[in-house]
């Protein structure tokens, strides 16, 4: 969701999910302890904090000053889990959860409001989890998109199955002005957001049966300058390394939310 919403008079160019939607637009890792994740992910990942204007339990992370993410530390209150999750931009939220629930998907949370916007927390029909964000979008999220610190994959037994849910709840490669292109590249379907790949989905082989073990997910990527620092640092502040290569790593924070690592060089 948007942690650093604003009236519409606070600045004269706000954008909104109107003009990008189906895109991601947003990540956020929904904690338990505000002041512990931060320490963590300053020393992984070297980010600096703000508040954020939905309450104590909301902080928006800065990478040199360009919002990377955002924390709510509402599993707790919530009954939810630790976990990263991509947020995409919808015209509607409620009409996008209703597309969702109709394709055998599910509403866990909302749509709630969230002034000036709209925000849900919904899962696919295979259980992958990922948010909708109707709304504004985040001071300097141009900049955010520019820079995109972070990239999220799809990992799921079946892309293409995937591709369809998600494509017609979020409008991917309709006849609307401004749509997400959906393309199938070498094995992976594709998402593009005028003309950059913003989002990839992914289930094996291409013509492979559908893996049962695979458990669906959205796993989050962020770009960094040094993946075996990073690796290091999570482990000396209590997260774990689940797996490692030259160019990325898959991380747990100390709170059990995962996520991955990736050398900026590979972005």
């Known amino acids: 969701m948007n942690h650093d919403v ?5 600045t004269k160019d706000v954008m909104s999910t109107h003009s990008v939607f189906g895109a991601p637009c947003w990540v956020s890792l929904t904690s338990r302890d505000v002041e512990a994740t931060e320490r963590f992910y300053s020393a992984v990942l070297g980010w600096q904090w703000r508040p954020a204007k939905l309450g104590d339990r909301f ?11 955002g924390i709510a530390a509402v599993a707790n209150m919530w009954q939810m889990a630790v976990a990263w999750t991509p947020y995409f931009a919808v015209s509607s939220a409620d009409e996008a959860a209703a597309r969702a629930q109709e394709r055998g998907g599910t509403a866990a949370v909302g749509p709630l409001s969230f002034p000036p916007g709209r925000a849900a927390l919904l899962a696919d029909r295979d259980g992958a989890t990922f948010g909708i964000w109707e709304g504004d979008l985040v001071a300097d999220w141009e900049a955010w998109r520019e820079a995109q610190p972070a990239f999220i994959r799809l990992h799921t037994r079946d892309a293409f199955d995937a591709a369809i849910f998600y494509g017609e709840v979020l409008e991917w ?43 669906p997910h959205w796993q989050v990527h962020f770009a960094v300058a040094d993946v075996s620092a990073c690796t290091r640092a999570a482990e000396v502040h209590g997260g774990s390394v689940l797996s490692k290569g030259s160019d990325e790593a898959v991380l747990r924070d100390l709170d059990g939310a995962q996520f991955t690592v990736t050398s900026r060089r590979e972005r």
């Open 173 to 215: 490669a309709s006849e609307r002005p401004g749509c997400c292109e959906v393309h199938y590249e070498g094995g992976e379907v594709v998402l593009r957001s005028r003309g950059n790949i913003v989002a990839r989905i992914e289930s094996g082989a291409l013509g492979s049966a559908p893996d049962p073990a695979i458990r």
């Open 6 to 10: 604003r009236p519409p008079s606070a």
């Open 59 to 69: 902080r928006m992370a800065l990478a040199e000053g360009t919002p990377v993410a």
